[in-house]
């Protein structure tokens, strides 16, 4: 990078080997996620990210505080579109099998939906993607 008025001269400012680099690149990704808005501020480094995702219920701790904000956040991220999809098709086989399985199950689908045709119709007019 320059460091003076002189174009021509580069100097270097900042060497990391491969290890940190790697933390460096982390903790770029990682404040997209960290809100900067409000009236207090919050000490983030690299260590205190490593803990949060290597204990299994601080994400869960962290979503339960603000569920709204997670959604918000996969609602944004395109990968998280396709989890969420997949998701609701496992929700969607698992009410099928449901149905093919239980008999009750079937039975107060079919009287909320005015019989088992009609049932399984708005079933896959909803989930075009099982037929």
């Not at 491969?18 to 933390?23: A, G, N, Y």
């Not at 399984?120 to 993607?129: I, K, M, S, T, Y």
């Amino acid at each position: 990078m320059p460091t003076s008025g002189d174009l021509t001269k580069l100097e270097q400012v900042l060497e990391l080997d491969r290890d940190q680099s790697t933390r460096l690149i982390d903790l770029i990704k990682a404040l997209d996620s960290i809100p900067a808005d409000g009236d207090s501020t919050v000490y983030v480094d690299d260590q205190v990210l490593r803990d949060f995702f290597s204990d299994p219920g601080a994400v869960g701790r962290a979503y339960a505080e603000d569920p709204e904000r997670f959604r918000a956040l996969i609602q944004s991220d395109a990968d998280a579109r396709d989890v969420i999809a997949l998701q609701h098709r496992r929700e969607v086989v698992k009410t099928m099998r449901a149905w093919l399985e239980d008999d009750a199950t079937f039975d107060e689908e079919k009287k909320l939906s005015g019989g088992p045709e009609r049932a399984w119709q708005r079933l896959l007019e909803a989930n075009p993607w099982v037929a």
